[in-house]
């Protein structure tokens, strides 16, 4: 909502004056955030975990699907990044290939990406062909006698050149991963928050049919601040409980941090940001597309 937004300092301070503690206590700005996040849902998602990082939202969130489903392994996106974690660089090829390699239990799909992937527009059904790759994988992977915790994918792939699947292809893939007994995780970390302009979410540009197992945020929701989020069903969440071994972050959730959050899903409301990035980007598209006409140098315009 752009640096130093007023309101968003404002909220801060206000709430630094009066009191922060770490999240053991209870108070009511945690209870307020999580209700005006999960109007933002679809009604399924309706269990908050409040943490400081998108890399710490990403780990709790592997976390979650591996005590819900009781498996292993994790389906990626080719040239992904979720995060800065041992556990999350493990998941990351854009990261693991210059480090480590690839652990056996990560798995790596083709990117859904049309203009210069495997299956492209001219392909007669590019949804069906991306999401059988992902079929294939898990086939494979049983074979081997190992079993998918979770398919974990950018809602719109940013490291990987801003690809926006193609509409149904998010979709086929859950049946795929449910079929297997996984979870989808959608990581908004870059790209929620109305950034998309259309949506609130970029999960939902694949169609209002599709909700996501679990949901994670960062960046944007604290606008400079180290905020992050995991939301996700009360199935996952009863599981992750029936451990017995609570959940806690000192820092996540603590009052200022969701004064911040707070202040900042105001600012959006008030300014009809989500509204604005539409106008602006589609304005964008409009003009850079136009250039592409003139310049065969450009080939794609996201």
């Not at 180290?226 to 959730?253: D, M, Q, R, S």
């Amino acid at each position: 909502v752009g640096h130093c937004h007023p309101d968003v300092v404002k909220a801060a301070h206000e709430q630094n004056q009066l009191l922060n503690t770490n999240s053991r206590y209870l108070h009511d700005n945690l209870v307020d955030y999580a209700e005006r996040l999960s109007k933002t849902l679809p009604e399924k998602l309706c269990i908050f975990y409040f943490l400081n990082s998108g890399s710490e939202a990403n780990d709790l969130a592997l976390r979650l699907a591996r005590q819900y489903t009781k498996h292993e392994d994790v389906l990626v996106l080719d040239h992904a990044y979720h995060g800065h974690l041992t556990s999350l660089i493990d998941i990351s090829p854009y990261k693991f290939r210059n480090l480590e390699g690839q652990k056996e239990w990560v798995h790596v799909a083709p990117v859904p990406d049309t203009y210069r992937g495997l299956y492209r527009e001219d392909h007669e059904d590019s949804v069906t062909a991306y999401a059988n790759e992902v079929k294939n994988i898990i086939e494979q992977v049983h074979k081997r006698g190992r079993k998918i915790a979770a398919f974990f994918a950018e809602s719109l792939p940013s490291v990987g050149g801003q690809i926006i699947p193609p509409a149904g292809y998010f979709q086929k893939v859950a049946e795929h991963v449910h079929k297997a007994g996984g979870v989808f995780i959608a990581d908004e970390i870059q790209v929620g928050f109305g950034r998309v302009g259309k949506h609130f979410w970029a999960f939902q540009l694949q169609g209002e049919d599709f909700i996501p197992d679990i949901v994670t945020m960062g960046k944007p929701i604290g606008n400079g601040h180290p905020l992050a989020c995991v939301a996700t069903t009360k199935e996952i969440a009863e599981a992750f409980a029936a451990t017995g071994v609570e959940y806690f972050n000192t820092f996540g959730g603590n009052p200022v941090s969701c004064a911040i959050g707070l202040a900042v899903l105001d600012v959006i409301e008030k300014e009809h940001l989500q509204a604005h990035a539409t106008e602006v980007g589609n304005f964008l598209m409009k003009l850079l597309n136009e250039q592409k006409i003139k310049h065969p140098i450009i080939g794609d315009v996201r």
